[in-house]
């Protein structure tokens, strides 16, 4: 009987602590109020496989606060070598949560930036300020890297709507 018991409570418990095979969703925090804020609090480290198998990359997303920007660096060891500096950083600036496309989907994000230039990018656009820029696939490696992050960037957009 106690054996039967303790099975429960360990069945109890393993799914009290989320495992399950379905994307883990996280909670809205209805006190997060733009991007920064976001960034801030999901800011994360992680590991994952480009949609070639066998080709890992590594990927880190950090927030400067004092510059105000996104930092983004990807780490590529599909070449087969040891080299472990980071292949590419990319300075995105950091965007009021009104400035993210209401048409968010999973093939483009579009922005408001006043920059003309986001540095390493190398995307080359006329200097007008909070010009709209589209850049589909430079940011999906971004996305998929913090899907918790565009999750409530996404669940913070329908919650403002909601709120007009």
């Given amino acids: 009987m106690h054996r039967y ?3 429960l409570v360990a069945i109890l418990l393993l799914f009290k602590t989320g495992y399950s095979q379905k994307k883990f969703i996280p909670p809205i925090d209805y006190e997060l109020r733009s991007v920064q804020d976001l960034l801030s609090k999901w800011a ?3 590991y994952f496989y480009d949609e070639f198998p066998g080709e890992p990359f590594e990927q880190s997303i950090q927030v400067d606060e004092r510059s105000k920007q996104i930092i983004y660096r ?3 060891f599909t070449a087969g070598g040891t080299d472990t500096s980071w292949l590419a950083t990319h300075y ?5 949560i009104d ?13 408001f930036t006043p920059y003309a230039k986001i ?5 080359d656009y006329p200097a007008v300020k909070n010009e709209k820029v589209s850049m589909h696939m430079q940011l999906w490696k971004v996305r998929n890297l913090s899907g918790q992050l565009w999750g409530h960037i996404r669940a913070y957009q329908l919650m403002q709507k909601a709120n007009q």
């Fill in 5 to 7: 018991l303790l099975f």
């Fill in 74 to 76: 990807i780490r590529d």
């Fill in 119 to 123: 540095d390493s990018w190398q995307l």
């Fill in 92 to 96: 995105i600036p950091i965007l009021l």
């Fill in 44 to 46: 994360c480290k992680t």
């Fill in 99 to 111: 400035s993210i496309s209401q048409n968010y989907d999973d093939s483009s994000l579009t922005f």
